[in-house]
T-cell receptor
Framework: DTAVSQTPKYLVTQMGNDKSIKCEQNLGHDTMYWYKQDSKKFLKIMFSYNNKELIINETVPNRFSPKSPDKAHLNLHINSLELGDSAVYFC????????????FGPGTRLTVL | QKEVEQNSGPLSVPEGAIASLNCTYSDRVSQSFFWYRQYSGKSPELIMSIYSNGDKEDGRFTAQLNKASQYVSLLIRDSQPSDSATYLCAVNMFSGGYNKLIFGAGTRLAVHP
């Protein structure tokens, strides 16, 4: 199946812990994204990588660090988790070009206790 | 003014009716516009993209774009209970040298039998 996949699907952890979320796409796209969707369902971009290069870095605490080992993978590491980090995190990808049609992964629901 | 605005709803329509979802945006130079459908607990799914003024039809869905009025809409004909979901309007905006999608807060559609 061609798709954007994420692991894990659910993540429950204690405040102060460090956790990672992984994303992979086999669509051959050049650009990948991390989005955060909060409890009010508002979807906001956090980071974007194009061919392993960071191109968008929105106002996100530096406890969040993305890493792209190759253009098919984009991981998100979060240090010192806080209650406010609880949300659903979506990975997305898009092909090259100016239209920016994006396709989303299934999401990772992070709960910080 | 929010960059992308949608009425949060819920928009309630009877089965078989036309559902009309509206979206306005602030950036006059935006060139690409998208509608995503998001079922509860699932990821956003791209259902329509539109780049030129006028109408674009795909099955029961019609997207309408009016760049002069900075307005994009989605019509769903012969609405079915399975169409009940949150519909997110997304606008591609060029900022900081790169394209990024700005999402509206979504309109919740409820189709009742």
């Amino acid at each position: 199946d061609t798709a954007v996949s994420q692991t894990p699907k659910y993540l429950v952890t204690q405040m102060g812990n460090d956790k990672s979320i992984k994303c992979e796409q086999n669509l051959g796209h050049d650009t990948m994204y991390w989005y955060k969707q909060d409890s009010k369902k508002f979807l906001k971009i956090m980071f974007s990588y194009n061919n392993k290069e960071l191109i968008i870095n929105e106002t996100v605490p530096n406890r969040f660090s993305p890493k792209s080992p190759d253009k098919a993978h984009l991981n998100l590491h979060i240090n010192s988790l806080e209650l406010g980090d609880s949300a659903v995190y979506f990975c997305a990808s898009s092909p090259s070009g100016s239209y920016n049609e994006q396709f989303f992964g299934p999401g990772t629901r992070l709960t910080v206790l | 003014q929010k960059e992308v605005e949608q009425n949060s709803g819920p928009l309630s329509v009877p089965e078989g009716a036309i559902a009309s979802l509206n979206c306005t945006y602030s950036d006059r130079v935006s060139q690409s516009f998208f509608w995503y459908r998001q079922y509860s607990g699932k990821s956003p799914e791209l259902i329509m993209s539109i780049y030129s003024n006028g109408d674009k039809e795909d099955g029961r869905f019609t997207a309408q774009l009016n760049k002069a009025s900075q307005y994009v809409s989605l019509l769903i004909r012969d609405s079915q209970p399975s169409d009940s979901a949150t519909y997110l309007c997304a606008v591609n905006m060029f900022s900081g040298g790169y394209n990024k999608l700005i999402f509206g807060a979504g309109t919740r559609l409820a189709v009742h039998p």
